[in-house]
Nanobody, 119 residues
Framework: QVQLVESGGGSVQAGGSLRLSCAASNSMLCLGWFRQAPGKEREAVAR???????YYADSVKGRFTISHDNAKMTLYLQMNSLKPEDTATYYC????????????????WGQGTQVTVSS
């Protein structure tokens, strides 16, 4: 069983920055960030495979950066130029199944961290 623990969420004004972290109990090749706002479906934010970003949602391109420190088994999401519409609970996810990774399907999930952006 893979444990994922997110941290780094909080409240920030529009235009500000936050960096989310996700500590994993095992080394994983495919990891991703998702978010879910109240009343909305969960959406994929970014995905990384063997240390190389492979997906960003159009809404975050140019503002968010996903990275992974394999030695620390920690996933990061640097979020800059934050907007009120970025307000959501952010989840990290992982899978060891490369077939599912390519399709954005993850088996392991963290508990989430709240990000609130005020205007």
């Amino acid at each position: 069983q893979v444990q994922l623990v997110e941290s780094g969420g909080g409240s920030v004004q529009a235009g500000g920055s936050l960096r989310l972290s996700c500590a994993a109990s095992n080394s994983m090749l495919c990891l991703g960030w998702f978010r879910q706002a109240p009343g909305k479906e969960r959406e994929a934010v970014a995905r990384i495979y063997t240390g190389r970003p492979t997906y960003y949602a159009d809404s975050v391109k140019g503002r968010f950066t996903i990275s992974h420190d394999n030695a620390k088994m920690t996933l990061y999401l640097q979020m800059n130029s934050l907007k009120p519409e970025d307000t959501a609970t952010y989840y990290c996810a992982a899978t060891a199944d490369l077939y599912q990774c390519a399709r954005g399907n993850f088996r392991y999930w963290g508990q989430g961290t709240q990000v609130t952006v005020s205007s």
